[in-house]
């Protein structure tokens, strides 16, 4: 990466005792759509509000396009914000709402209407110029603050959340949308959301959060089958975590030994350390193979076209196991029936545990 | 849906009553009465324009009504400009624990009489009165401050102060902060919000509270008589003498009606203007 257009050093915030982002690191090039992932309470929001200059860092630095931005008022930066409830103005029509950033920065009333039209009609709601934003529809009202925020042709766009409001076919829509304007547009989008498949679908990288701390930096696909941490591996996916000890060591594999039993996985580490064997849900298979366990099925999860299927081992582990729903008949998934699954070493994934 | 209507009926029952037996009869009888005669000092209830006759075509009840509202008018802006700072205070920069003991501290001026307030402002803007003698420490004074519009707009103030800064607090503390927040991540200093966001959103609480003031000093009689000196005077004092000189009542009760008159009309396009959402085309 050459000079990144954000960077984040050693960045803290604390309100009081609580440490809501505790040394972050974070480098964002210039053109990369970023999400920034966690549970409720994570920091990710102070982190992006830290961005925007609404809260300023307890310690650490924050610099945009390499200037020192921790003294920056939030109104003398360019950093506009998509927010989740829009925080549109209700008593501006759409265009007024959209004029406001240009407004602010002193530009004429025919430009701001001509480059304020142009990006309503861009985001296709130029008919709805000068209604008021109240009787928009949410997704036109997404639009608006879209409209909003990029009419001042920032280079960093930060977005809360902005899609949790909407209805899940709108949410589809949506982020193809935003994919195409961040394309188009070439600039920076730091995107916070608490929705993998929005990190997933749109993001180049993703940042996981977790109490305050960012627990991992990668892309959608290292982030889902190489978790570094439990908590990643918890909250990303529907992974198998088979806790246990390493016995013995390889050159590029070693054996855990786990409670449900003994079984090689890809992977370095020294005897006796603490590890866990990370399988993916959509990894794991119905049958007898490299690596076996029996489970009993608790539930299903239907949502489509993959079906979830959570599974109790002896021990009391939880298993899960994802399977294509027209091939469920085959496989006697019912609630109760006892079954065995297995996984192809390949496929296991070795987390060392954090000490 | 029957048994329904009956049963909020019976909850509306009582203010339905009260305001039919002590606004809407008296309104009656107030405009019946403004058609009254009196003869011999005697009033006679006859259907005759002689007192509406009459008090319009005084110059005296002109230049009393425009007096009255310029007076009102002027304590309704300026008791919201006073109070402006104070209530943006009391909703952004203080803490809502701060915010609560303030409106309860504002709450205690109207345990008083207003009649006892007022006759503490005599004592302070007196010829030989405190605010006279401090000034005159520096050798300046002594200036007349009671029986002139100072002492009525003083007195006016008194009276509406804390509740325009009570109204104006509760509808700044309402305002959503993330709008002010968004004005500012798009450019906005926070001194500029005020004119961008603050005012706008909170109009309708802001117009309410100016229109309260109005009428509250519309109606005053205190204020323009004890501090103002009736002079001149306002309509309130023009009732009062009306009534006092040959027990005028239907005179009086042309400027009850003229006055109620001014206040729809004022109130009516306050409020339409308070609550006017921004109109889609």
């Given at each position: 990466m050459t000079e990144p257009l954000v960077s984040l050093d050693k960045v803290e915030k604390r309100f009081d005792d609580f440490v809501a982002v505790r040394e972050a690191n974070l480098e964002i090039g210039a053109g990369e759509f970023i999400a920034i992932m966690g549970p409720s309470g994570c920091?990710?929001?102070?982190?992006?509000?830290?961005?925007?200059?609404?809260?300023?860092?307890?310690?650490?630095?924050?610099?945009i396009a390499g200037k020192l931005m921790n003294e920056v008022a939030a109104h003398e930066r360019d950093t506009p914000m998509v927010?989740?409830?829009?925080?549109?103005?209700?008593?501006?029509?759409?265009?007024?709402?959209?004029?406001?950033?240009?407004?602010?920065?002193?530009?004429?009333?025919?430009?701001?209407?001509?480059?304020?039209?142009?990006?309503?009609?861009?985001?296709?709601?130029a008919?709805?110029?000068?209604?008021?934003?109240?009787?928009?529809?949410?997704?036109?009202?997404?639009?608006?603050?879209?409209?909003?925020?990029?009419?001042?042709?920032?280079?960093?766009?930060?977005?809360?959340?902005?899609?949790?409001?909407?209805?899940?076919?709108?949410?589809?829509?949506?982020q193809g949308v935003?994919?195409?304007?961040?394309?188009?547009?070439?600039?920076?989008?730091?995107?916070?959301?608490?929705?993998?498949?929005?990190?997933?679908?749109?993001a180049d990288r993703v940042v996981i959060m977790s109490k305050g701390e960012i627990a991992q930096v990668g892309t959608p696909r290292e982030v889902y089958r190489a978790p570094r941490t439990r908590f990643v591996a918890e909250f990303v996916g529907r992974n198998?975590?088979?806790?246990?000890?390493?016995?013995?060591?390889?050159?590029?594999?070693?054996?855990?030994?786990?409670?449900?039993?003994?079984?090689?996985?890809?992977?370095?580490?020294?005897?006796?350390?603490?590890?866990?064997?990370?399988?993916?849900?959509?990894?794991?298979?119905?049958?007898?193979?490299?690596?076996?366990?029996?489970?009993?099925?608790?539930?299903?999860?239907?949502?489509?076209?993959?079906?979830?299927a959570f599974l109790e081992a002896a021990d009391g582990t939880e298993l899960k196991v994802q399977v294509q729903e027209r091939a469920l008949a085959d496989?006697?998934?019912?609630?109760?029936?006892?079954?065995?699954?297995?996984?192809?070493?390949?496929?296991g994934h070795l987390l060392l545990e954090e000490t | 849906m029957r048994r329904l209507n009956l049963y909020a009926l019976t909850f509306r029952l009582p203010i339905i009553i009260w305001q039919t037996l002590f606004f809407i009869g008296p309104l009656i009888f107030v405009v019946a009465m403004s058609f009254f005669v009196v003869r011999n000092f005697q009033m006679v209830e006859t259907f005759e324009f002689d007192s509406w006759k009459r008090m319009l075509s005084r110059d005296f009840v002109w230049d009393a009504y425009v007096y009255t509202v310029l007076m009102a008018g002027s304590a309704a802006i300026l008791a919201s400009l006073i109070a402006f700072p104070a209530a943006y205070c009391l909703a952004f920069q203080t803490s809502a624990r701060t915010r609560q003991i303030a409106i309860l501290l504002l709450i205690i001026p109207f345990f008083t009489s207003y009649l006892v307030r007022t006759f503490s402002w005599y004592t302070i803007l007196a010829e030989a009165g405190v605010l006279n003698g401090a000034v005159g420490l520096v050798g300046l004074g002594p200036y007349t401050l009671l029986n002139t519009y100072v002492g009525t707009l003083i007195g006016y103030l008194t009276l509406v102060m804390p509740l325009v800064l009570i109204l104006q607090t509760v509808t700044m503390a309402n305002i959503d902060d993330r709008l002010i927040q968004a004005a500012r991540n798009l450019g906005c200093s926070p001194a500029r919000t005020i004119w961008t966001v603050i005012l706008p959103a909170g109009k309708t609480g802001f117009v309410i509270a100016a229109l309260f003031a109005f009428i509250l000093s519309f109606g005053d009689f205190v204020a323009p008589f004890?501090?103002?000196?009736?002079?001149?005077?306002?309509?309130?004092?023009?009732?009062?003498?009306?009534?006092?000189?040959?027990?005028?009542?239907?005179?009086?009760?042309?400027?009850?009606?003229?006055?109620?008159?001014?206040?729809?009309?004022?109130?009516?396009?306050?409020?339409?203007?308070?609550?006017?959402?921004?109109?889609?085309?």
């Open positions: 920091g990710k929001t102070t982190t992006l509000r830290m961005l925007a200059g609404l809260d300023a860092p307890t310690s650490g630095e924050i610099r927010w989740q409830s829009l925080a549109l103005f209700p008593f501006l029509n759409a265009r007024e709402n959209v004029e406001f950033g240009l407004k602010m920065r002193g530009i004429d009333s025919d430009e701001r209407e001509k480059r304020a039209m142009n990006w309503l009609d861009r985001m296709e709601i008919e709805f110029a000068e209604r008021n934003v109240e009787t928009l529809s949410g997704g036109q009202r997404q639009r608006v603050a879209l409209a909003r925020a990029l009419v001042t042709e920032p280079k960093l766009l930060l977005l809360d959340e902005p899609l949790s409001a909407l209805d899940a076919h709108l949410v589809i829509r949506m935003l994919t195409k304007l961040q394309k188009e547009l070439g600039i920076t989008f730091v995107y916070v959301t608490h929705s993998q498949s929005e990190a997933f679908a749109m198998n975590i088979l806790p246990g000890s390493v016995t013995s060591s390889d050159a590029d594999q070693v054996t855990v030994e786990t409670g449900l039993g003994t079984f090689s996985v890809p992977g370095v580490a020294t005897i006796g350390t603490k590890a866990s064997i990370v399988v993916a849900g959509d990894m794991m298979q119905v049958g007898r193979g490299e690596n076996s366990v029996d489970a009993t099925v608790i539930s299903e999860e239907f949502v489509g076209s993959i079906v979830t496989l006697d998934l019912q609630p109760g029936s006892k079954v065995t699954l297995h996984w192809a070493t390949q496929d | 004890y501090l103002g000196g009736s002079n001149p005077p306002t309509l309130p004092i023009l009732i009062i003498d009306t009534t006092k000189a040959g027990q005028q009542w239907p005179r009086a009760a042309v400027v009850a009606v003229i006055m109620m008159v001014t206040l729809f009309v004022i109130a009516f396009s306050a409020i339409m203007y308070a609550y006017r959402k921004r109109a889609s085309r």
